[in-house]
């Protein structure tokens, strides 16, 4: 079984409706993020958590939301979903030191109409 | 934003060693160099990391100039399967913002 899980793994949806992608992670880690990739533009940071009472904003948050539900939890939710939220979304855990390395999932490919 | 600058692209012969660069006009004192790479839409994948010292892992070499204002990753003999997009980051535990630039995209050619 993969260390990060994301679901789904494709989703395509209409505008206007709500839309939520979850995480789980197995490695223990207490840090989550959750970035966005649009062709050509690298992976843009969403929202980050460094545990289950922490949640921040990162570079792209407006129209998105995130609860983390527990230690290995961490969901993505598009309230109100628009065409240009289409993107691939990728979920990551880290450890919280100074040499700890991304792991990542295999990513949530969504489609808004 | 990202922090670090990287070539958009570069081609590389099967068998031969592909140096890819990055600048790290910004990084301070205590923070790491991190390279990953994405193959496909895959989820990325690490691959090696550094603070002064150059070091070297099954997959991969990385140089770190004196000054740290740049690194390069060095993939000793390239595969068809090193075809990817190549990140370099620097971070350290506190630096929550880990954006990732576009990367390098490498094409390695039989």
């Known amino acids: 079984d993969a260390d990060v899980t994301q679901t789904p793994r494709n989703r395509i949806t209409k505008t206007g409706k709500r839309i939520m992608l979850e995480c789980s992670q197995t490695?223990?880690?207490?840090?989550m993020y959750w970035y966005r990739q649009d062709p050509g533009l690298g992976l843009r940071l969403i929202y980050y958590?460094?545990?289950?009472?922490?949640?921040n904003k990162g570079e792209i948050s407006d129209g998105y939301s995130v609860s983390r539900q527990a230690q290995a939890k961490f969901s993505l939710s598009l309230e109100s979903a628009i065409p240009n939220q289409t993107a691939l979304y990728f979920c990551?855990?880290?450890?919280?030191?100074?040499?700890?390395?991304?792991?990542f999932g295999e990513g949530s490919r969504l489609t808004v109409l | 934003d990202a922090k670090t600058t990287q070539p958009t692209s570069m081609d590389c012969a099967e068998g031969r060693a592909a140096n890819l660069p990055c600048n790290h006009s910004?990084?301070?004192?205590?923070?790491?160099v991190y390279w990953y790479r994405q193959i496909h839409s895959q989820g990325p994948q690490y691959i090696i990391h550094?603070?002064?010292n150059n070091e070297t892992n099954e997959m991969a070499s990385l140089i770190i100039t004196e000054d740290r204002k740049s690194s390069t990753l060095i993939l000793p003999h390239a595969t068809l399967r090193d075809t990817a997009v190549y990140y370099c980051?620097?971070?350290?535990?506190?630096?929550?913002?880990?954006?990732f630039g576009a990367g390098t995209t490498v094409t390695v050619r039989a």
């Open positions: 958590s460094f545990d289950v009472k922490d949640i």
């Open positions: 980051i620097d971070t350290s535990w506190n630096d929550y913002k880990l954006s």
């Open positions: 550094g603070l002064k």
């Open positions: 490695k223990g880690h207490d840090r």
């Open positions: 990551a855990t880290k450890e919280g030191t100074n040499t700890g390395e991304l792991f």
């Open positions: 910004t990084i301070s004192g205590n923070e790491y």
